[in-house]
């Protein structure tokens, strides 16, 4: 218990469950909202409603948007040829903040994991074949985590994938085993995204 009331015992709590942030360094965040709450709190809560209300899901990659598609999906001078395939959108992200990627995204939402029931239809597996036989589509890039279960992921995209007639290739060097995008340098993003390989 903090002594400080139910509202900031609840703020507490629902700070804690924000990755990176545990009880303690919940604790301290919240106090530091609590006594600027003129300068954070306040337009932080109505930054948070506002997102709450108008960001949604892309309906074509997946993205964070504030209309049906994102600004990627809309930007006609991204390459329509070129489909990355990232598991969340902080691996797109990281991609861009590269910015060495000019194509559009697909993000799974994910990865599969038999233990978590996470199968290929909850994470827009079949969306991206779907995605995939579009005629102006020539390859598609796998961008998804060195984890084990990010490459089963990558074996049953290439199994869907089969017969769409694109290129299908994966990041390579810069990417250590276990590595997620988002944690990436900009750097061995660049590399890995210059470096694929076909698969």
């Known amino acids: 218990m903090t002594g400080g009331g139910v509202e900031i015992e609840r703020l507490i709590e629902l700070m804690a469950k924000l990755p990176g942030l545990g009880p303690r360094s919940a ?5 530091a909202l609590v006594k600027k709450r003129e300068r954070l709190l306040a337009p932080l809560a109505r930054a948070m409603a506002e997102v709450a209300e108008r ?13 049906e ?6 930007d006609p001078k991204r390459d329509a040829a070129l489909i990355c395939v990232v598991e969340d959108v902080a691996g797109l992200w990281a991609l861009e903040r590269a910015a060495v990627f000019r194509g559009r995204y697909h993000v799974l939402g994910g990865v599969l994991s038999a233990l978590d029931g996470v199968t290929p239809e909850s994470l827009r597996i079949p969306e991206l074949a779907e995605r995939a036989r579009a005629p102006e589509v020539i390859e598609v890039i796998l961008a998804v985590g060195a984890t084990i279960d990010g490459q089963t992921t990558a074996h049953v995209i290439a199994d869907y994938l089969e017969g769409c007639g694109v290129e299908l290739t994966a990041l390579a060097k810069g990417v250590p085993v276990g590595g997620e995008l988002d944690y990436l340098d900009d750097g061995t993003i660049s590399a890995a995204l210059a470096a694929r390989k076909a698969l």
Request: charge should be positive; charged fraction near 20%.
């Open 27 to 31: 604790r301290r965040a919240a106090l």
């Open 55 to 67: 960001v949604r899901t892309c309906r074509t990659c997946g993205n964070l948007a504030t209309g």
């Open 69 to 74: 598609d994102c600004a990627i999906c809309l």
